[in-house]
């Protein structure tokens, strides 16, 4: 198996322990007004002639930039994660029952996954998001941004899990040793879990890892379309989204830094993906 | 072909149904349509005179097989927000987003083709690497993101092109069309290469994949041992068998175009659906929601048909199979 992708490797071990470590590293709270200073507004980035103290310049409130992208990162990284985890529970769970059990089961629960693939992924976030929202009492739209942000992602994406569980558990479910299991008298979801999924683990570590890119661009996506507006939390997308208020004054650092974190941490996680993909792939071996 | 045809629409129905179910249970359980015509101060009698007028006072089976009709003669109710029956607005948003999307796939297409046969022919220079690597960092930039750094470099830096709206359109009949005037064309260029760029991307990798797999095949290795040219060997050899997984993608993609459509209107102020979409959301404007829906499903199952069929008629292999399963579509 060939080594991974250093530069990707590391980059990412290193926007994670940003996320985690963000009350730590960041010199502000982004969403603590107290700590900001509207004289240090609008500083370019060093690279551009600003000062050290904040590397990556200062928004229009004084905010640090680079700041705001630690914690920014949090919610994308976090945000991202929980949404494939979902995505993988649900089409995991109807795609190995649809095709283990068959007849009713596979024709319901694939027929729903055949509907839900005649959108694009974004598309339903983007309904679910906008209809959740209209639905919750406006008071607790803050505090659940993050929640429905998580559901609507995680939703929008199960039907890939479900066609590949599906496809592998028929393919397992003919094979000698589950069949000995169930002459064993193991039951269903015995077998299901404890045979027939760790045989898929490889594949669905692959899916889910192109699946946490995708899904860090359609929460980045929904913050920037401003549905997901929650100014206390801002993502990578809300600072692109607030950045590009000042396209047309000459602030271009507001957009332009941001949104490279938010390219640069996307392309590690697909460049992992695709070093994944191929190293499990027989024909490459 | 004929009985192909008519089960593969068979097939699509039930689909297109639960669809329409889906908007019709957006319709009938969020928000209260009486309540939004009827304002804040009304009777209990106004509310149940308007209640009978729009039929929901009926079961909902028969509201539910009311509104399939409507939908199938294309009338989907009027827009709560803007007051205007939402057949009328698809329509004047519809060319809009239809050149956009059409533009962009076509530019896609036309570019990622041949890059992908470019970085399989020439795989192990240090160009087709190079350019694979641009591809994935392509892939990894959203949408929006590119379409504001575009407007960044391109009409705030260099004042070359315009960063909104669709420049001066001609109406023919009831399409209004941005092609034919040149500031139409110059709004057009940016949206379309933000649109663009991802599916050429996806195109590029997957042509690479195929042609990959086609040049390795024993075909070609007699091709070449035969000498013949090797532009003949790639187009004509290679190429053709590649050619169905890529037209099966770019006809899917499509619907993704759709998708993000939204976001590239929203960022350039494109009046098309996309943007009619978001609006809509923010206002939760049921009616064009649900109207949307139904027409995207109804494109994508369209183009799922046509593909289908296109790739029977390419691929002489699939043609046996007409009489059993459907062609494999999923890769």
């Known amino acids: 198996m060939r080594a991974p992708p250093p530069l990707a490797f590391a980059l990412l071990l290193l926007f994670v322990m940003a996320a985690i470590g963000a009350p730590l590293l960041a010199r502000q709270n982004p969403s603590d007004l107290a700590g900001l200073d509207l004289m240090n507004s609008f500083i370019p980035p060093v690279f551009a002639g600003g000062l050290w103290s904040f590397p990556l310049g200062t928004d229009d409130q004084g905010r640090d930039i680079l700041s705001s992208i630690l914690w920014g990162t949090r919610i994308s990284l976090g945000v991202g994660c929980l949404a494939t985890a979902l995505s993988t529970g649900i089409g995991l769970t109807a795609g190995l029952a649809a095709g283990y059990f068959g007849r009713v089961t596979d024709a319901v629960l694939m027929r729903f996954a055949d509907m839900q693939l005649t959108f694009p992924a974004l598309l339903v976030a983007l309904l679910v998001d906008g209809l959740l929202r209209t639905a919750l009492p406006r008071g607790a739209q803050d505090a659940t941004a993050f929640a429905v942000l998580v559901f609507s992602i995680g939703i929008s994406n199960w039907p890939h899990f479900a066609r590949m569980a599906r496809a592998a558990a028929r393919i397992e479910a003919e094979k000698e040793y589950v069949l000995a299991a169930r002459l064993v008298g193991r039951s269903a979801p015995a077998i299901l879990t404890a045979h027939i999924l760790p045989n898929l683990s490889g594949t669905v570590l692959v899916l889910a890892t192109t699946n946490l890119a995708a899904a860090m661009i359609a929460e980045a996506t929904l913050s920037f379309l401003g549905i997901s507006f929650s100014p206390a939390q801002p993502s990578l997308g809300t600072l692109v989204r607030f950045g590009s208020a000042f396209l047309f004054s000459g602030e271009w650092w507001l957009t332009v830094v941001p949104g490279a974190a938010l390219v640069l941490l996307v392309w590690c996680v697909n460049r992992l993906g695709d070093w994944m993909g191929d190293a499990l792939n027989p024909r490459l071996r | ?331």
């Open chain 2, 1 to 331: 072909m004929l009985l192909f045809v008519v089960s593969r629409i068979l097939q699509a129905l039930p689909v297109f149904l639960c669809v329409v179910l889906v908007a019709f249970v957006l319709f009938a359980f969020v928000g209260d349509p009486v309540l939004i015509m009827l304002g804040q101060n009304y009777t209990e009698a106004q509310r149940a005179a308007t209640a009978h007028r729009l039929g929901l006072d009926q079961p909902l089976i028969i509201q539910y097989c009311r509104y399939v009709w409507a939908t199938l003669h294309g009338e989907f109710g009027v827009s709560y927000r803007l007051s205007r029956p939402v057949a009328a607005l698809l329509a004047e948003r519809l060319p809009a987003t239809a050149e956009l999307a059409i533009t962009a796939t076509l530019l896609s297409v036309a570019v990622g083709v041949p890059l992908g046969v470019f970085t399989a022919v020439h795989r192990r220079r240090r160009v087709a690497g190079i350019l694979l690597s641009i591809c994935l960092v392509a892939l990894s930039v959203p949408t929006f993101l590119l379409g504001t750094l575009l407007i960044l470099v391109f009409s705030v830096g260099l004042h070359w092109l315009p960063s909104f709206g669709r420049g001066a359109v001609v109406h023919i009949g009831w399409w209004s069309t941005g092609l034919l005037t040149a500031s139409g064309l110059r709004s057009l260029v940016l949206p379309a290469a933000t649109l663009g760029l991802y599916q050429k991307s996806l195109i590029t990798r997957l042509t690479r994949v195929e042609m990959l797999d086609a040049l390795g095949t024993e075909h070609i290795r007699f091709a070449r041992a035969r000498g013949l040219p090797r532009r003949s060997i790639y187009v004509t050899h290679a190429g053709r068998n590649a050619l169905v997984p890529i037209v099966t993608l770019a006809a899917l993609q499509f619907g993704g175009v759709l998708a993000f459509s939204i976001v590239t209107e929203s960022v350039f102020q494109w009046p098309g659906l996309g943007l009619l979409f978001i609006q809509s959301l923010g206002a939760a404007d049921i009616p064009v929601l649900a109207a949307y829906l139904i027409l995207t499903a109804a494109i994508f199952l369209t183009l799922n048909l046509a593909v289908d069929l296109s790739s029977t008629l390419i691929d002489p292999r699939l043609r046996s199979s007409l009489r059993g399963f459907p062609p494999a579509r999923d890769r």
